[in-house]
């Protein structure tokens, strides 16, 4: 378990960002998601440029735009969600294709559909340039509290452990013939999920009682000290100073 963990959405490369320490990462697309909301929702040039932005980092990180698009997918119900508000918002309307819409409900669901997406572009960069085990030392450094940061450590550690042994079980209950069809086969869906809990509770306590036995106080020791120079966080703090600029001149022009 000591061992490091990737996940699917981050991209191995040696890129200039890849080597920013992740804390300035984490630091920069936070300034980032606070300047684009910041945005008046009717300057839609200052989004363009947002996205151009955006651009050159993923070109930066060498992440291609194919990988970006199809991990953007996850917004899709913030999409529908943004695609209802025209017809249900109330106000002033309008009619589109046919269609009357509400003037509110546009403004809406462009707000959405483009700050959501801004912030979902900048979070996947992220994780494409950035491991989960870094990102956890990021927020470590940031002195996010250090019991949420626990938290986190052992939902990615254990995370694995658990997927796996929910495999092990589906393959066990299929080779016994067993295949879900319908609403009769939940109960045994529910057993297996019972018996899932009851397995990796176990597997905590016993994952508890081993750290307590090493030495272990509620506290995990800093290994790797993370710390980043002027000129990294200058690189870092250009994409949210550069953001800060368009924000400003959005809310003038």
């Not at 929702?41 to 990180?61: H, I, P, S």
């Not at 494409?128 to 938290?151: D, F, S």
């Amino acid at each position: 378990m000591g061992a490091g963990h990737t996940h699917r959405l981050h991209r191995h490369g040696d890129s200039p960002v890849h080597a920013l320490p992740p804390h300035t990462k984490l630091a920069a697309v936070l300034a980032f998601v606070i300047v684009v909301v910041s945005t008046p929702r009717e300057a839609m040039w200052a989004f363009a440029a947002y996205a151009v932005l955006l651009g050159v980092v993923a070109y930066a990180a060498r992440v291609p735009a194919g990988f970006l698009l199809k991990r953007l997918l996850i917004e899709v119900p913030f999409v529908a969600f943004a695609v209802l508000l025209p017809f249900v918002a109330e106000g002033e309307r309008v009619d589109v294709l046919g269609l009357s819409l509400s003037v509110n409900g546009l403004w809406g669901a462009w707000n959405v559909l483009a700050k959501g997406t801004l912030g979902v572009a900048a979070s996947v960069l992220l994780a494409a340039t950035t491991e989960l085990r870094e990102l956890l030392h990021g927020l470590q450094r940031l002195r996010l509290p250090p019991l949420l940061v626990q938290i986190a450590s052992f939902m990615v550690r254990y995370g694995d452990v658990i997927t796996d042994e929910m495999r092990r079980m589906r393959i066990a209950r299929e080779s016994r013939g067993f295949e879900a069809r319908g609403i009769r086969h939940w109960g045994v869906l529910a057993k297996s999920a019972g018996a899932l809990f009851i397995r990796s509770y176990e597997r905590g306590e016993r994952v508890h009682l081993a750290m307590v036995s090493r030495g272990y106080t509620g506290v995990m020791p800093v290994i790797d000290e993370v710390t980043a120079s002027r000129a990294q966080w200058s690189y870092a703090l250009a994409l949210p100073c550069a953001a800060l600029v368009v924000c400003l001149l959005g809310w003038t022009l």
